[in-house]
Each structure stands twice: as C-alpha cells, then as structure tokens.
C-alpha cells in the first residue's frame, strides 16, 4: 500500500520561509519521480515542482528561483524549500508519485498525500 505524508506547513510572512517534507512508503521510492501540487482555495490543483529518478528538476514559471524540490533516495524523502514567499503561495500543497513522460512533462499517479496548508500573510 503506497502511502504518502506530507508535512511542514505552517503560517508565514510575505518574504519569509519554510520547507516542506513528503515521505513515501510501500513504494520503489528510486524508481519513481516525485512531484508538489498546491491548491488554493477556489482554484484547480496545479504542478508547483517535480524531480525525475536522476534528479532532474523542473519548476512552474511562478516559482521559478523562490523554490527548490530536492530528494533522499536513502530515506524515501522529498522536499520542497520554498523562499521568498508571497501571499500567493497559499494553498494546501500535496505529495505526489508520477513519471516523466517522454515528451518530458510529469504525469501523476493516483498518489497523494493529506495535504500540507501553507498560508503567507502579514
């Protein structure tokens, strides 16, 4: 059974910090790529950071530069250090388990975590 658990959420002032952690169970956690979603209220989930088995990384636009997703293959672990934060990166933010397509954009399993709320303001 794949689990997912997320946490690290928290409140937050604009310009200020926090770093999310997942980790994964009942899984080949090296074999699979991993992915952050967030949601905010009233909105569709949307992909914030991914990171394929090697390592590689891709970001959306709006985070590009403020966040960093990174992984612990030995711990079945991943993160995401968000910098730099505004008021709207408010959402819950989800773990996910996936796979690089080879057009080379992420595609979900039917993986999640609980959710993380993030709420930046002053």
């Known amino acids: 059974q794949v689990q997912l658990v997320e946490s690290g959420g928290g409140l937050v002032q604009p310009g200020g910090s926090l770093r999310l952690s997942c980790v994964t169970s009942g899984t080949v956690f090296s074999a699979t790529a991993m992915a952050w979603y967030r949601q905010a209220p009233g909105r569709e989930r949307e992909l914030v950071a991914g990171?394929?088995?090697?390592?590689?990384?891709d970001y959306a636009d709006s985070v590009k530069g403020r966040f960093t997703i990174s992984r612990d293959n030995a711990k079945n672990m991943v993160y995401l250090q968000m910098n730099s934060l505004k008021p709207e990166d408010t959402g819950v933010y989800y773990c996910?388990?996936?796979?690089?397509?080879?057009?080379?954009?992420?595609?979900?399993?039917?993986?999640w975590g609980q959710g993380t709320q993030v709420t930046v303001s002053a």
């Open positions: 996910n388990m996936g796979i690089y397509g080879s057009d080379g954009r992420y595609y979900p399993y039917n993986y």
């Open positions: 990171i394929a088995r090697g390592g590689s990384t």
